[in-house]
């Protein structure tokens, strides 16, 4: 993919001019970690950073969020760029379509990496990882279940119509898929038409995933999450390859 990284160092440097995004990226899933703590400490008779949400269900929320984080901001600037005729010229110069693409997903992985490494050292001072867990296996779990929900942002991002309306139709596909993740309630426990329909959305093999990571399991324990987020991820690319409008 020739010119991949100096396209992908220009955009970053295009999404760090502006203030909100970046904050919006980074800052606030570590305000909203930091908040949670905070109300923890008011309602568990314990110590927080012993309590089970702490040490094992918010990890995983923070994490969940912050993907979805990257999916949503992945979408608008796609959008933006197609309304504001930037994909059209894009497409003009030498650079291949696929190369294009790579470099924003690129972009959302190191940002998402650099928010990792800011949750990390929060929860250092916050709550023990469970025994057996890894934050390096968790952190490249969290990376690999990016790289395949974005797919899923490109999909989105081929059909949505304007830029104003990319964030709260994200919103609208994204949030219902976290509600029958695994992540509030098992599973195994809702109906099983939701239960076949949260087998087929990749935030549901994610949570998983990193649910799995987070307490120490092997990644051989989760074959089937990551040949779910493979199959899923394909499927969105192959459609968005066939939808994708670049003006």
């Known amino acids: 993919m020739r010119g991949l990284l100096p396209l992908a160092w220009l955009e970053l440097k295009i999404f760090l001019r502006e203030p909100l995004g970046a904050l ?12 949670a703590t905070m109300a923890g400490n ?25 993907l979805i984080s990257a999916v949503l901001s992945l979408m608008t600037i796609v959008a933006v760029y197609r309304e504001g005729g930037i994909l059209r010229r894009l497409r003009a110069t030498p650079l291949r379509p696929h190369t ?34 890894s934050l390096v296996s968790f952190a490249l779990g969290l990376i690999v279940c990016t790289a395949a929900v974005l797919s899923l942002g490109f999909l989105l991002a081929s059909v949505v119509p304007t830029a104003r309306f990319a964030q709260p139709f994200g919103a609208l ?28 959305t990749p935030l549901t093999h994610a949570v998983s995933l990193l649910q799995g990571l987070w307490l120490g399991h092997a990644w051989i324990d989760h074959v089937r999450d990551l040949a779910g987020l493979a199959l899923t991820s394909g499927a969105s690319a ?3 390859s066939r939808v994708f409008r670049w003006e």
Do not use: N, W
Request: neutral net charge.
């Open 100 to 133: 294009i693409v790579a470099a924003h997903v690129l972009v959302k992985l190191v940002l998402t990496g650099a928010t990792i490494a800011l949750l990390a050292a929060l929860g250092r001072r916050v709550a023990a990882p469970p025994p057996g867990a």
């Open 238 to 240: 192959a459609l968005a």
């Open 42 to 66: 008011g309602i568990a008779p314990e110590r927080f950073g012993e309590s089970d949400f702490a040490r094992t269900g918010l990890p995983v929320m923070a994490a969940t969020l912050m």
């Open 24 to 35: 919006g990226t980074v800052a606030v899933p570590a305000l909203a970690y930091i908040g």
């Open 173 to 200: 596909v994204l949030y219902p898929m976290l509600g029958i993740s695994g992540l509030f309630v098992p599973v195994d426990v809702l109906p099983p038409v939701l239960q076949g329909v949260a087998q087929l």
